[in-house]
């Protein structure tokens, strides 16, 4: 396991970036990095670990060799937890171990990003393994809502750029007709107002 390949995986904002050992045949394991570290915490712990997986050390957003998103984003933790979740989808990765160390497991605030996926895609994590690091705590009465309005917000995300095509032109009366169907508070002449600045006209509309 001593040999690795590197990983580049597409992101809107550019790639995030891995290391793989072993066959790709093996028992998916993904592998999370600690607080400003990267996918080579992991070089010497996966000879030591059982042959026959195939592990991939991911590189966070703005780790490593991954690319950083755009300037004036900030890196919020459910953008990390975003992170796996796109990793695991380029991989065709339905169910899978993760092992997370230190940020893989603590985020800049409260939250811990492996223990946060098992709970927001349980069905995806057949095992967690965690680094130096504590377990997810949620109140009980908290779980349920932030559980449907987290993973409601991820998966969303991830369809829409799946979905991702050239904007739809259409007649100015058309582009009017449908702001005012989507705006049912606005008048004629404010919905054409805001589409003096909110539309960009082409040869098609």
């Known amino acids: 396991l001593g040999m690795f390949s590197e990983l580049k995986f597409p992101v809107p904002w550019g790639h ?33 670990l059982p042959r026959g997986c195939y592990y991939v050390a991911m590189d966070f957003s703005g ?35 993760l092992m997370g160390h230190s940020m893989g497991n603590f985020s800049f605030s409260y939250c811990f990003i492996s223990p946060q996926f098992c709970f927001l895609y349980p069905e995806m994590v057949d095992k ?21 309005s987290k993973r409601r917000v991820i998966d969303r995300l991830l369809s829409l750029e799946a ?10 009366e058309a582009a009017l007709q449908r702001l005012l169907e989507a705006n049912s508070h606005l008048t004629a002449e404010g919905g054409a107002i805001l589409l003096q600045r909110g539309a960009t006209e082409t040869p098609a509309g």
Do not use: M
């Open 16 to 48: 995030v970036a891995a290391k793989a050992w072993g066959p790709s045949e093996g028992h998916p394991v993904l592998c999370l990095h600690g607080w400003l570290d990267n996918a080579n915490t992991f070089d010497k712990l996966i000879p030591l």
């Open 63 to 97: 780790h490593g060799l991954s690319s950083h998103r755009p300037a004036g984003c900030p890196y919020h933790f459910l953008d990390y937890v975003t992170d796996v979740r796109r990793v695991a989808a380029a991989l065709q990765w339905r169910r899978f171990t």
């Open 128 to 148: 967690l393994i965690l680094l130096e690091s504590l377990g997810f705590l949620l109140a009980p009465e908290d779980t349920e809502a932030w559980l449907k």
């Open 163 to 172: 979905k991702q095509q050239t904007p739809k032109a259409r007649s100015p």
